[in-house]
């Protein structure tokens, strides 16, 4: 008997359920101004939850935007981000984009009355940061940009060159306080936010990048200096990304790598509940631990394993990408195999976490946003120090 086909048309059937990842860790990048066949199989990856842009990725804003809606195209999920914090460290400079004064700046506003009383400096210094905020994340947003790692809350004690006039001031009190008129001035336009170092990289000297940097000074004093600004800010900020420095009197391991500085200290001591990236896994800081493999190189889902482990929600691989990406593919494939192994576990809470870092409001143009007054204002208030 034959069998009688569904009177029901394909277009009447409900759509299928996006497919959403049990916890999708992974933040890689890609290589050019475009995506090629490799990109966009490692995007479709379960594992991949975020893609980090670079000053590589930049062409012009049509460009750049042409690029993140066809990443959204292949993962709507995925969150796009970016190191764009002003000064030195703002991967999009031209086109448009506001370049962005140091942190420092604010700080240095801050002590500046100019002769109008004492407090004069510090409310100045707050409403131009709030619209430094704003301005960053207007401008990110309207090419589908996500989230840019700031603020910094590194103190600057003028010892870190890496750190520099990354840092808002040497005074905890200041630097999280221009950090929270920051993190307003992001919200105000849809985006998320990222403190880092934690708990500090001002006092460590050495570059992370190219060294493993260790802070000798002890608990009590570090967390009554440096890690102050998280637990002022633990239920303002979204995410935190820790520092590759070893602070030995605490732990032997760096502090992305170290259970008692992420869960003990940042999650249950200053009450954190967002976010934990990992900082890039590439950079030497992240590759030598002591007591791990006798403190030789680790390959990098072994750091990403540990890093997990240890409480990160999200890992970075970056620069990768280049000459083919084989260590991307190697780290997915990797990390893959660790899970099968139970050598790391997936998080429902991680990855409810990381979803909500994606913007909740949808971005203006660029056309829109060039004529939205509150961005205007912004740009108004911050024209003495651009």
């Given at each position: 008997m034959p069998t009688r086909k569904s009177s029901k048309k394909k277009s009447d059937l409900p759509a299928p359920e996006p497919i959403v990842p049990a916890h999708a860790p992974v933040v890689l990048d890609v290589a050019g101004l475009t995506l090629n066949d490799d990109d966009r199989r490692r995007l479709a990856h379960p594992l991949t939850g975020g893609l980090i842009l670079f000053g590589r990725n930049w062409q012009d804003r049509a460009q750049l935007t042409r690029l993140v809606a066809e990443i959204k195209s292949i993962r709507p999920d995925v969150v796009v981000c970016v190191d764009h914090e002003g000064g030195r460290v703002q991967r999009f400079r031209t086109d448009g984009f506001t370049h962005l004064p140091p942190m420092r700046a604010f700080g240095e506003r801050w002590m500046n009355d100019a002769g109008q009383g004492e407090g004069h400096g510090a409310l100045t210094a707050c409403d131009m940061t709030c619209a430094a905020g704003r301005v960053l994340a207007a401008e990110l947003r309207a090419c589908g940009v996500d989230l840019s790692f700031t603020p910094v809350l590194d103190l600057d004690h003028g010892r870190s060159g890496v750190i520099g006039n990354r840092a808002f001031h040497r005074d905890p009190r200041v630097a999280a306080t221009l950090a929270r008129s920051l993190m307003q001035g992001l919200l105000q336009a849809g985006m998320a936010n990222c403190g880092k170092h934690f708990p500090g990289h001002g006092w460590a000297e050495a570059d992370?990048?190219?060294?493993?940097?260790?802070?000798?000074?002890?608990?009590?004093?570090?967390?009554?200096?440096?890690?102050r600004p998280y637990e002022w800010l633990s239920t303002s900020l979204t995410s935190v990304m820790p520092a590759h420095v070893i602070y030995p009197q605490v732990d032997a391991r760096p502090a992305g790598y170290s259970s008692r500085w992420l869960n003990t200290v940042l999650r249950e001591q200053l009450g954190f509940t967002g976010v934990i990236f990992s900082d890039d896994l590439s950079m030497e800081g992240a590759r030598r631990v002591p007591g791990v493999k006798d403190g030789a190189v680790l390959s990098y889902t072994e750091a990403a394993t540990l890093a997990l482990s240890a409480g990160c929600d999200m890992v970075l691989l970056c620069n990768q990408s280049l000459d083919g990406g084989r260590a991307v593919d190697e780290l997915l494939d990797g990390l893959q195999a660790a899970l099968e192994r139970g050598e790391w576990r997936q998080s429902p809470d991680s990855e409810e976490r990381r979803l909500a870092l994606l913007p909740q409001t949808p971005p203006l143009t660029w056309d829109e946003l060039m004529h939205d007054a509150p961005y205007r204002r912004a740009l108004q208030r911050l024209e003495p120090l651009l």
């Open positions: 992370s990048h190219v060294a493993v940097p260790t802070d000798e000074r002890t608990l009590e004093t570090i967390l009554t200096d440096d890690a």
